[in-house]
């Protein structure tokens, strides 16, 4: 089968490799189609060298059909349509005793701690199994996991109809909280120096603002009757942003902190104590999340087709990882399945 592959400094590779045995609860899926995220770049990147083990299959926003079944699967069938929602927790740590499974101490990010779904067939726990609608395509399905980010930071943000968030970022994790934070009822507008990314929110209906040449604190206090935002989702990963955030929010706002960090940020904390905000970090995402995304993506409230630049075959991966790096896709999926 053939397998792509991190082997370091910036490179992927393609390999033939045989498939792995079926150990008892897993079961083989036949993956179709794999997007590539910003997680993956920061892998691509070499941010997290120190946490991935070369050569390392990555990818984990996916669809497919399960295969095979190993010993002691019960409940799904060969050829069942199905997503995987990559955990593996541990079900002992403080923090799963406390119900946080998903973000367990030690927890297994399938497709960064462990081999993830850029193969042709790859292995998994039947407990990360999501069944899939037949109504949604292979394709739009491969949408499910990052829709399901999407889904789990509004639910932490305790976003409310009628309420008014700005979303700084518009790649394609801000662009999928602006939709779902507009399914949820709210009001929502996405702060992008980058046009390119304007145009596409703007194309899915999004409102859009121009940090680089409007004011955008002004802009928002009158949006808001002066009151400011009452959530700010921090999507960007950039210091300027996360610096002026605070001044967007309004007296006991919220803001979340989405993008990942890899290095410590300024934060203006006066604002925080002055207007007694709260800050709430919002780290991948709960069964429920899955469920409901799937559900937005069968009902067509994610707009696909505007999100996904386009589709490339596995053998040609590393230009996906090249044409996201340079900034000339919005989301690119593989497609694995010959």
Same mark, same amino acid.
């Given at each position: 089968?053939?397998?792509?592959?991190?082997?370091?400094?910036?490179?992927?590779?393609?390999?033939?490799?045989?498939?792995?045995?079926?150990?008892?609860?897993?079961?083989?899926?036949?993956?179709?189609?794999?997007?590539?995220?910003?997680?993956?770049?920061?892998?691509?990147?070499?941010?997290?060298d120190g946490r991935v083990t070369?050569?390392?299959?990555?990818?984990?926003?996916?669809?497919?059909?399960?295969?095979?079944?190993?010993?002691?699967?019960?409940?799904?069938?060969?050829?069942?349509?199905?997503?995987?929602?990559?955990?593996?927790?541990?079900?002992?740590?403080?923090?799963?005793?406390?119900?946080?499974?998903?973000?367990?101490?030690?927890?297994?990010?399938?497709?960064?701690?462990?081999?993830?779904a850029l193969q042709e067939s790859?292995?998994?726990?039947?407990?990360?199994?999501?069944?899939?609608?037949?109504?949604?395509?292979?394709?739009?399905?491969?949408?499910?996991?990052?829709?399901?980010?999407?889904?789990?930071?509004?639910?932490?943000?305790?976003?409310?109809?009628?309420?008014?968030?700005?979303?700084?970022?518009?790649?394609?994790?801000? $662009? !999928?909280? /602006? &939709?779902?934070?507009?399914?949820?009822?709210?009001?929502? %507008?996405?702060?992008? +120096?980058?046009?390119?990314? @304007?145009?596409?929110?703007?194309?899915?209906?999004?409102?859009?603002?121009?940090?680089?040449?409007?004011?955008?604190?002004?802009?928002?206090?009158?949006?808001?009757?002066?009151?400011?935002?009452?959530?700010?989702?921090?999507?960007?990963g950039a210091a300027a942003a $996360? !610096?002026? /955030? &605070?001044?967007?929010?309004?007296?006991?706002?919220?803001? %979340?902190?989405?993008? +990942?960090?890899?290095?410590? @940020?300024?934060?203006?904390?006066?604002?925080?104590?002055?207007?007694?905000?709260?800050?709430?970090?919002?780290?991948?995402?709960?069964?429920?999340?899955?469920?409901?995304?799937?559900?937005?993506?069968?009902?067509?409230?994610?707009?696909?087709?505007?999100?996904?630049?386009?589709?490339?075959?596995?053998?040609?991966?590393?230009?996906?990882?090249?044409?996201?790096?340079?900034?000339?896709?919005?989301?690119?999926?593989?497609?694995?399945?010959?």
């Open positions: 089968m053939l397998t792509a592959n991190y082997i370091g400094d910036r490179t992927i590779t393609v390999d033939e490799r045989e498939p792995q045995a079926l150990r008892p609860g897993e079961v083989r899926i036949a993956v179709a189609y794999v997007g590539i995220c910003g997680t993956d770049l920061h892998v691509f990147h070499g941010d997290m070369t050569p390392a299959t990555i990818g984990h926003e996916m669809s497919g059909t399960i295969a095979e079944l190993g010993p002691g699967v019960e409940g799904w069938a060969v050829g069942d349509p199905v997503t995987v929602m990559p955990l593996d927790w541990d079900g002992t740590c403080p923090a799963c005793l406390a119900g946080n499974e998903h973000i367990c101490q030690n927890l297994d990010f399938i497709g960064i701690d462990s081999p993830g790859w292995n998994v726990p039947a407990s990360t199994l999501v069944r899939l609608p037949d109504a949604v395509s292979l394709r739009d399905a491969a949408l499910v996991e990052p829709v399901a980010v999407a889904v789990h930071d509004v639910r932490r943000s305790e976003l409310a109809p009628g309420d008014k968030a700005v979303i700084i970022g518009a790649g394609p994790i801000g $662009v !999928l909280i /602006a &939709t779902v934070a507009q399914a949820f009822g709210a009001e929502v %507008v996405i702060a992008e +120096i980058d046009p390119r990314r @304007r145009a596409v929110a703007e194309e899915v209906g999004l409102r859009t603002l121009d940090p680089s040449a409007v004011d955008q604190v002004a802009w928002v206090e009158e949006w808001t009757g002066g009151a400011g935002a009452d959530v700010v989702f921090e999507v960007s $996360v !610096l002026g /955030a &605070t001044a967007l929010a309004k007296v006991r706002g919220t803001l %979340v902190v989405v993008a +990942i960090h890899s290095q410590p @940020r300024p934060i203006d904390l006066h604002r925080l104590f002055w207007r007694e905000l709260r800050i709430l970090g919002a780290r991948v995402y709960q069964r429920q999340d899955f469920e409901r995304a799937i559900e937005l993506v069968a009902g067509g409230a994610i707009p696909a087709d505007r999100l996904i630049t386009r589709v490339v075959p596995l053998p040609e991966v590393a230009t996906a990882f090249a044409d996201l790096e340079a900034g000339q896709a919005m989301k690119i999926l593989v497609q694995v399945a010959r």
